[in-house]
């Protein structure tokens, strides 16, 4: 129970934001309308993504530096959880957007960039099979997953900041948070980007637990 | 040795070895004035946005078949000696530069068979030279280390396609906008953005490449 508190914070955080996010006032918006209520869902799962690849590439690093299997077994699992996390995070944006602009993929740097850094993860991961042997494996997808992760923040943070973007927060546009944010809707949503976040670290943790199982297991054949 | 003598000697080692037997540069030369050939039959004429496209893409193929080899061409034998003779850093700074120049000469070959198949005035030469030889060092910076880890992953050519391009993204599409505005002509202020994003990216490359290629080499 002691070790557990945060798993149930972050599924009572989820709850109440699902129930607050359907159920709770908006304010009332031009295009948008009620769609609005994405927000709660759509943003916290880049906030996880994110989250998770900047964990993994912490493991590389400290990977690299003690040459511990499960350093590396920490970076491939959180890189694995967080593209669940983009894949999510980009189908409500695709409902999202197919409602607000006409269109499920309209041409927008920021949907680019989130597809070309996906990507690169699904990279990492091939590079991940075609290396046999463990630790030759754990060093140079290591060295890969620190490369890309700089090259990512560009994609993702940078140059859609500086082109015209239909996302909020780019191109000149406003933010959500001085635009279309009350504060009614605010508690909900950093409520849900916590939640989110807790119950991705959650997920990783059980995998990389998994993995760890597995190998003990392989070990002892 | 210290590490600039080291960085001197094994570029022009790299310029020596390549000279004696022309070969794979000679080939890639050939491979980018076909390329500019298959795309002037198909096309004929082209407006200046694809023409400034279709510039970079043919760069960009005629870049990862010239830098893929850079750390295949020497045996593990000759690598293991030059581990005991110079520091990881050397190597890989030296590879860098090299291959930069490399790409310089190809950017500039590709653009003089380009410019005379396709006649296309340049609005602003010297922001356009500026973003050619840019794209040259990013392109040798990006690939310089990717090809290092697929050399280490049995290089096979999907390997380094599939790793490279990725994260050459980003910065083709700064260069493209780049060299777009400079064709245009538009203000130089216009373009001071993307000008700084592809040195900082640059930058961080190369340091990264710096930092991680002692771990890569090590076997």
Redesign the interface.
């Known amino acids: 129970m002691r070790k557990s508190w945060w798993k149930i914070l972050g599924l009572v955080m989820v709850a109440s934001a699902i129930v607050a996010g359907l159920l709770g006032p908006v304010p009332v918006l031009p295009i948008l309308h009620e769609t609005i209520r994405n927000v709660y869902f759509h943003v916290p799962m880049w906030f996880t993504m994110i989250t998770l690849y900047l964990v993994s590439v912490i493991y590389s690093i400290k990977y690299?530096s003690s040459g511990k299997t499960s350093h590396d077994l920490v970076a491939v699992e959180a890189v694995n959880t967080g593209i669940v996390f983009c894949a999510m995070g980009l189908l409500t944006g695709m409902l999202w957007a197919n409602i607000t602009w006409g269109e499920p993929w309209p041409n927008d740097?920021q949907l680019n960039?989130s597809a070309?850094?996906t990507?690169?993860y699904l990279?990492y991961l091939?590079?991940r099979n075609?290396?046999e042997e463990e630790q030759?494996r754990a060093?140079?997808s290591?060295?890969?997953n620190?490369?890309?992760f700089?090259?990512m923040v560009?994609?993702l943070y940078?140059?859609p900041k500086?082109?015209d973007s239909l996302h909020p927060g780019s191109g000149g546009n406003g933010t959500f948070r001085d635009l279309d944010m009350n504060s009614q809707m605010r508690p909900i949503f950093y409520t849900s980007v916590m939640g989110w976040i807790l119950i991705g670290v959650w997920i990783f943790t059980l995998r990389y637990r998994l993995r760890i199982l597995e190998n003990r297991k392989n070990q002892l054949d | 040795m210290n590490t600039l003598q080291q960085i001197k000697t094994l570029v022009y080692k790299d310029i020596v070895l390549e000279w004696r037997s022309k070969y794979a540069i000679n080939g890639i030369l050939l491979y980018v004035v076909s390329t500019v050939f298959v795309c002037y039959q198909a096309f004929k004429s082209v407006d200046t946005f694809v023409w400034n496209a279709l510039f970079w893409i043919i760069l960009l193929f005629a870049s990862i078949n010239a830098i893929s080899r850079s750390f295949v061409q020497e045996s593990p034998h000759r690598q293991l000696y030059y581990h005991t003779l110079v520091s990881p850093r050397a190597v890989i700074l030296s590879k860098i530069i090299y291959n930069s120049l490399v790409m310089l000469v190809l950017s500039i070959i590709a653009y003089a068979v380009y410019a005379v198949t396709f006649k296309q005035p340049i609005g602003d030469p010297l922001l356009f030279t500026c973003a050619v030889l840019l794209g040259s060092i990013s392109f040798a910076s990006v690939f310089t280390m990717i090809s290092g880890i697929s050399a280490k992953a049995g290089n096979n050519s999907t390997l380094m396609a599939v790793l490279g391009f990725p994260v050459i993204i980003p910065l083709l599409i700064v260069l493209i906008k780049l060299s777009n505005n400079a064709l245009t002509g538009l203000d130089r202020g216009i373009s001071s953005g993307e000008l700084v994003v592809l040195l900082a990216i640059n930058v961080i490359t190369i340091t990264i490449s710096l930092l991680l290629f002692p771990y890569l080499w090590r076997d």
Do not use: E, Q, S
């Open positions: 690299l740097p960039g070309i850094a990507l690169m990279a091939v590079l075609a290396l030759k060093k140079i290591a060295v890969y620190i490369f890309a700089p090259v560009v994609l940078i140059l500086m082109t």
